[in-house]
């Protein structure tokens, strides 16, 4: 296709929209407009190099991209498993690192051995039922929550959690720990499927570039 159209990404809003637009800028693509922090703007464009940049909630970017509203976004593991939508997940940017896992009390490390109908609270749902039911086979009731998930062992919500953890500060502030590692998380690139095909020449140039640059990092 021409470089006419316009390349949209959409980025998850926050700390991880800040350094992918710093790690952007190390490539040569920038977008002042973006830097105004007063604007009330929602899309943002580099006329120059035909590119949109807009920002959305983390897990309304999968949806984006596979709608084809978005060609690309950046938005973090976690996410993209829990969403599970129909996009190319193209490169793992390095930043953004934590780990999802299953955690709570000591006392609860038993339960989990033995396969024990346990309550999970996650913010996570899809990667929680993955876990228990396809990997561990073991039957779990989960129980969805929207943020501060560590509350659910301390009032007795649930037995364990399964969340981010990053520094691990927050479990040992609140008495938990890690039970079990689920999986690795960072930052990843994904692209729409039509998007990688009709655009096949600039979205490789860019991951080229964005990848040769994360390895001289
Ligand atoms: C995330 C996550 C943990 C915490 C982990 O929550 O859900 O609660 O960060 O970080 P730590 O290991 O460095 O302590 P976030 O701050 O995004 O807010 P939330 O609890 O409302 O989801």
New binding site residues.
């Given amino acids: 296709m021409s470089d006419d159209r316009y390349l949209t990404f959409a980025l998850g809003k926050g700390r991880l929209a800040k350094q992918t637009m710093e790690l952007f800028e190390e490539i040569g693509i920038t977008c002042e407009e973006m830097k105004d922090k007063d604007s009330r703007k929602l899309i943002f464009a580099n006329e120059e190099l035909k590119l949109r940049f807009f920002l959305a909630k983390g897990p309304d970017v999968p949806t984006y991209v596979e709608y084809g509203a978005a060609d690309i976004g950046v938005v973090g593991r976690d996410t993209i498993l829990e969403e599970n939508r129909n996009v190319y997940e193209v490169l793992d940017l390095g930043y953004g690192k934590?780990r999802m896992c299953v955690c709570g009390p000591e006392s609860a490390k038993e339960l989990l051995q033995h396969h024990e109908r346990i309550r999970v609270a996650s913010?996570y749902p899809g990667i929680a039922k993955d876990y228990f039911y396809n990997k561990k086979h073991q039957t779990v009731d989960i129980i969805k929550l929207?943020?501060?998930?560590?509350l659910g062992p301390l009032v007795e919500l649930s037995d364990v959690i399964v969340?981010?953890?990053?520094?691990?500060?927050?479990?040992r502030e609140n008495g938990l720990g890690v039970l079990e590692e689920i999986c690795p998380l960072s930052a990843r690139m994904i692209v729409n499927p039509v998007s990688m095909q009709m655009e096949n020449a600039r979205i490789k140039k860019l991951v080229a570039d964005i990848r040769a640059k994360l390895e001289i990092k």
Avoid: A, F, Q, R
């Fill in positions: 934590c913010k929207n943020g501060s998930v560590e969340d981010i953890v990053e520094t691990g500060s927050t479990l």
